[in-house]
Every structure is written in C-alpha cells, then in structure tokens.
C-alpha cells in the first residue's frame, strides 16, 4: 500500500513537471531528508506498523507533535513517510484520541488573561 502510495505520487510529480510546473507539494519528495518514522507492512492479518525513536515520545500522537516541531524548528516540509504518518495521526484525533496535554497553553478565563485577548474592544 505505502509502495503504491509512493510510485502513485511520483507520477503526479512528473506530470506536474511534463506541464511546466516545478513543484506542487505539501511535502518533501527529495529523499534527502530522513523520515522520523518507520513504516513496515506485516501480514496475518493484514497491517502497517510504524516505528519511531522512544526519544520522540511514548505514544504515537506524542511521537508525531515532537517531529511536527523539529520541522518547524529547522524550517522544512515533512517526506513522504511522515506525510503519511501525520495522517494517521489525524485519523487518530477524528476518532477521539488523547493528546498529551501537559505543555498546552490555555486561553485562561474572561477577564483574567494575561497575553490573550478573545473579545474586540471598541
């Protein structure tokens, strides 16, 4: 499936370039860049594992919010196999997965906010 995936994406890019256009991506296709996970098809039954370093974190959500900010911190797009994976993170949130929670930043109580304000004034 992520083999099909890839070579399905790689026809899109060159048709992109057959056209005239130079990149039309919301990830990076280079292959340069290492991915933070590890996909591996298994069967008996049919599945997709996904591997990563235990130092991005212990649950799969968590593992995806630390390699969503190190691309954030070094300013580049995800590859191919992260693209993926962040997918099935969001499939995870729409089916009402917990995030780990203990560095969110909270809006606070009207009235009481200290950095955010959330009503216009005149």
């Known amino acids: 499936m992520v083999g099909a995936l890839g070579k399905a994406f790689e026809l899109f890019g060159k048709s992109i370039a057959r056209f005239g256009g130079s990149n039309y991506s919301s990830f990076n296709t280079d292959g340069d860049a290492p991915s933070a996970f590890t996909l591996t098809t298994k069967h008996n039954p049919d599945r997709l594992v996904i591997e990563w370093a235990q130092s991005l974190g212990g649950t799969l959500l968590t593992a995806i919010q630390n390699a969503a900010q190190k691309l954030r911190d ?49």
Request: proline share 4%; hydrophobic share 30%.
């Open 74 to 122: 070094n300013e580049t797009d995800p590859n191919f196999v992260d693209y993926l994976v962040f997918h099935v993170g969001y499939e995870l949130l729409r089916s009402g997965a917990n995030v780990d929670q203990k560095d969110a930043r909270w809006l606070g109580t009207s009235g009481f906010r200290r950095d955010t304000q959330t009503v216009s004034s005149p």
